[in-house]
């Protein structure tokens, strides 16, 4: 079978045997002639389950695996296929398995690690359909799906809110409001904990495989298996934190923190580790905030202590003499925060949507999605912690709504309860002929489930 698709030209572009035109990967909308190859995916059973919904639709799904990880969370042994070599000769593997198994669709979580950078480009040179899953735009209780590329990639990020507008054609109804809680937090450590583990012990059979961040497999490991452990304390803390912050009484600007190894942080800001940001930001809060206002800088759920952020924070502030004034949350449940914040700083992180959501001021530092001018302040952060520019809010709820309709779809990678949602909804969509925004653009949005079930 492999050889007969192969001759018609799935995947290499070849002329039929009747001297036909070649038939392109992207014309190709019958399930049974769908060929998904699956690479890195989120930390658990989610990219399995996907692939047995399309086999049972008539596609044929293989995964390629880089380490025991990635095979641990991979049912079928027989559509699994262990690369074992080195980084370096990955592109020529990857073209390789792209030819023999006559792909038509490329899947993947994230799009800047370097091993899906090198197969994006070769399935870009034979013109495949790109499946890209990232965490939600609109955290916590969305993923994000898009074709082709996310975050900085992503094909909103040349799309103007007039033109979303426009898509929309007027059509406005109630929206969702943007929940208080992370989502499947626990599940998630605990995922990323057993998936290090067989990295780190399993892993005999991959002894070319090198991680995509700096830190070694051992490391991350521990990391992971220390946020599970603290899990605990650190709710304690986080809540006396977050506590006398809303009992404090003054006015406070809420800094969202993203970690050094964040990929929209690394590939889609000018910088190179949140140090560089802190010194920036602290510095215009010094010279230009009033005094009587404070600092808050809100931890990403997932810190786990490896950049040191909580010391670098202490010792900048008192470089700036502002110690006094500024405060540090270990993550935890971002609305408790967020509601009575004067404005909101990131570099790109998705939960500045929760602010835009609540209309409060947003200074945008790198690149994302929401960075339109309509959205967040132009100003200089001197003028910005001086008098912060709020949002359009009529331009932002046709923000929200055009990704609600196109884009988001409610569930989570992590949790049972989030993974069935996401996979009655997400599977109908990449079977789909049309990405996400052309079925919105041509009136054929995807039936949006809600979150809560009214009876």
């Known amino acids: 079978m492999e050889t007969i698709l192969f001759l018609l030209g799935y995947g290499n572009h070849a002329q039929s045997s009747h001297g036909q035109s070649p038939v392109h990967p992207t014309e190709i909308t019958s399930p049974s002639q769908r060929r998904f190859l699956f690479l890195q995916g989120p930390h658990g059973p989610f990219f399995a389950q996907l692939a047995s919904l399309l086999t049972q639709s008539g596609a044929r799904c293989w995964r390629v695996g880089f380490n025991a990880g990635d095979a641990r969370f991979w049912t079928d042994r027989s559509s699994y296929l262990p690369y074992d070599g080195r980084p370096e000769d990955w592109p020529a593997a990857c073209a390789r398995i792209l030819t023999e198994h006559a792909i038509t669709d490329l899947v993947l979580y994230g799009d800047v690690r370097g091993i899906h950078r090198a197969a994006i480009r070769a399935a870009e040179r034979r013109g495949l359909r790109i499946h890209v899953f990232e965490e939600g ?30 898509t929309l054609n007027g059509h406005m109804p109630e929206l969702p409001a943007a929940p208080a809680r992370w989502g499947d937090m626990r599940q998630h450590m605990f995922y990323g904990a057993l998936y290090h583990f067989h990295v780190l012990f399993r892993n005999a059979d991959y002894a070319a495989f090198k991680p995509h961040r700096a ?16 899990l605990p304390a650190t709710m304690v803390e986080r809540w006396l934190a977050t506590r006398r912050v809303r009992v404090g009484g003054y006015p406070y600007h809420l800094f969202l923190l993203q970690l050094d190894h964040d990929s929209a942080f690394q590939a889609h ?49 008192r470089r700036y003499k502002v110690s006094d004034r500024v405060h540090y949350v270990p993550g935890g449940k971002l609305a408790r925060i967020l509601d009575q914040a004067r404005s909101v700083l990131t570099v790109n992180s998705t ?35 001086r008098d912060p520019s709020p949002p359009d809010m009529r331009a932002y709820r046709d923000f929200r709504h055009f990704l609600l309709e196109s884009s988001q779809v409610t569930g989570g990678f ?8 996401l996979l009655r909804q997400v599977t109908d969509m990449i079977l789909s002929a049309k990405d996400p925004y052309e079925a919105l653009e041509t009136g054929s949005p995807r039936r949006r489930h809600p979150l809560r079930v009214v009876k």
């Not at 010194?279 to 230009?288: G, H, P, R, T």
Request: aromatic share 10%; glycine share 6%; with cysteine.
């Open 137 to 166: 735009y609109l955290r916590p209780s969305w993923v994000t799906y898009e074709r082709d590329g996310t975050n900085g990639h992503s094909r909103l990020m040349s799309l103007g809110i007039d033109e979303m507008t426009q």
């Open 215 to 230: 830190l070694s497999v051992r490391r991350e490991f521990l990391l992971y298996l220390k946020l599970l452990l603290r």
């Open 269 to 317: 800001s000018d910088y190179d580790t949140m140090t560089e940001v802190l010194v920036e930001v602290m510095a215009a809060f010094a010279s230009a905030a009033p005094r009587h206002h404070h600092l808050v800088f809100k931890a990403h759920p997932l810190e786990d202590g490896r950049a040191h952020i909580r010391a670098q924070i202490r010792r900048i502030a």
């Open 351 to 385: 939960a500045a949507q929760q602010a835009l959501w609540r209309g409060l001021p947003v200074k945008c530092l790198g690149q994302a999605i929401y960075g339109k001018p309509e959205l967040v302040s132009s100003q200089t952060l001197p003028a910005f912690f």
């Open 414 to 421: 992590y949790s049972a309860e989030g993974r069935r949602h």
